[in-house]
């Protein structure tokens, strides 16, 4: 008699094609502009950059949409898309620079999305590990560690 075995289909709508760096930063205070043009800082990469943010306050503009990201949300940015801070108070961001090419970033991009506890502690072991895995960019400055 054949053992009948029960199987899962999964589901894989996201892709990591490469993982450019893992790190975190550290930052005290921005001052909040008056108006968008005079943000204190502009990025724009041509990677997807996901930022959780473990602690602090952190405010940005993508789009021209604005954005208050709370600890324990994810921010995912697409690439090519100018992100500028607007205000940043005692922040604790870790990051990680990654390409993929899945259509159902779409869905999440450029938006604040909450985690569960265990979508945390699964994100924070797989930073932990890039943190590890990773040779240190940063050298001596107290801001960045990680790469």
């Not at 005290?28 to 943010?53: M, V």
């Not at 602090?56 to 709370?70: A, D, M, N, P």
């Not at 506890?117 to 930073?127: C, F, M, Q, T, V």
Request: proline share 3%.
């Amino acid at each position: 008699m054949m053992k009948v075995r029960k199987e899962t289909n999964v589901n894989n709508a996201f892709a990591i094609d490469t993982i450019m760096s893992v790190y975190y930063a550290r930052m005290k205070e921005t001052e909040t502009p008056k108006r968008q043009e005079n943000s204190s800082k502009e990025e724009c990469f041509d990677f997807w950059q996901l930022l959780y943010l473990e602690s602090g306050r952190y405010i940005c503009s993508i789009g021209g949409k604005l954005l208050e990201q709370k600890p324990g949300q994810i921010l995912l940015v697409e690439p090519q898309q100018i992100r500028s801070t607007w205000q940043a108070e005692n922040v604790l961001v870790k990051i990680i620079n990654f390409r993929c090419n899945s259509a159902k970033m779409a869905e999440i991009q450029n938006a604040c999305v909450q985690l569960s506890d265990s979508e945390k502690d699964l994100l924070l072991r797989a930073i932990e590990t890039g943190l590890r895995r990773f040779e240190n960019i940063a050298h001596d400055n107290p801001i960045f560690w990680g790469q």
